[in-house]
């Protein structure tokens, strides 16, 4: 049975930023009223700190500053209070804290990375790097522990939440310290660690560009694109004029003449 805090007033958020700071790594997680952060509002904030889950409605609470404070860290610093923070594609959810709160989060452990440079395509046909699919590889002992159940496009604008949507939020976090823990070993193992940190590093620049995007001179592109064509076309007639015409070939085993 899943354990966690619904918060619904912002006197509480005080001191779950203190957990937030006194935490070694904390799960993190949001949901959202659209995947588009310039249209949409995060309504919930989920975090695993050392002492508990919360699952933080910021429409009931009118404000999330106080956690933002917490997990902010605009300079990059390591160290002094300054959590791991983990979540799964944990991309999108900077970009939201980035846009609406100009909130930076770092140090950071994005599962979904950590699963992908680990199996690197070595993974069984048909199964994924979704946060389900990890914590089934990863810990297999929660099989029948956790609902599966997908809220995730269920409509987070509704004044009133459900259950199932407040269960949902809460698993999401409720054993990322643990996969932390789990993933961080085996890349460890892999000689990956820093490999890791690049990937996680980049997060930064990637967010950037989603949210700002980046210039493009489509014209210079259009003429870069017919040049290497014409190039490919010159080369292609090339190499067929150094290969001796087919006709006169012997006809491969098993095949007719």
């Not at 889950?53 to 390591?78: K, S």
């Not at 160290?79 to 900077?94: A, E, H, K, T, Y």
């Not at 956790?146 to 269920?154: I, R």
């Not at 409720?174 to 823990?181: E, I, K, R, V």
């Amino acid at each position: 049975m899943l354990e966690y805090t619904y918060v619904t007033s912002a006197e509480d958020l005080g001191r779950i930023a203190n957990e937030i700071r006194e935490s070694d790594a904390v799960g993190l997680d949001l949901e959202t009223t659209s995947l588009d952060p310039y249209l949409g509002k995060i309504r919930i904030l989920s975090v695993k700190t050392h002492v508990g889950v919360y699952v933080i409605d910021a429409f009931q609470t009118g404000t999330l500053q106080p956690v933002i404070d917490a997990l902010n860290n605009p300079t990059r610093q390591t160290g002094g209070g300054r959590p791991v923070v983990i979540g799964q594609n944990l991309n999108f959810d900077q970009k939201y804290l980035l846009h609406h709160h100009n909130c930076l989060l770092w140090p950071v452990f994005d599962t979904w990375k950590a699963s992908s440079l680990t199996y690197n395509g070595k993974i069984p046909r048909g199964t994924h790097h979704n946060l389900y699919a990890i914590y089934r590889r990863e810990m297999p002992e929660l099989q029948g522990l956790m609902k599966e159940e997908d809220w995730g496009a269920s409509d987070w604008s509704v004044p009133n939440l459900s259950k199932g949507q407040l269960d949902y939020a809460a698993e999401d976090v409720t054993y990322m310290t643990d996969l932390w823990q789990i993933m961080r070993g085996r890349l460890k193992s892999l000689g990956l660690l820093q490999c890791a940190l690049l990937e996680f590093s980049a997060g930064w620049a990637e967010v950037q560009m989603e949210l700002n995007g980046m210039p493009f001179n489509q014209d210079r592109w259009t003429d870069l694109a017919r040049s290497n064509m014409r190039k490919a076309d010159a080369l292609r007639t090339t190499l067929q004029a150094g290969l001796p015409h087919p006709y006169g070939q012997l006809a491969l085993p098993g095949m007719d003449a």
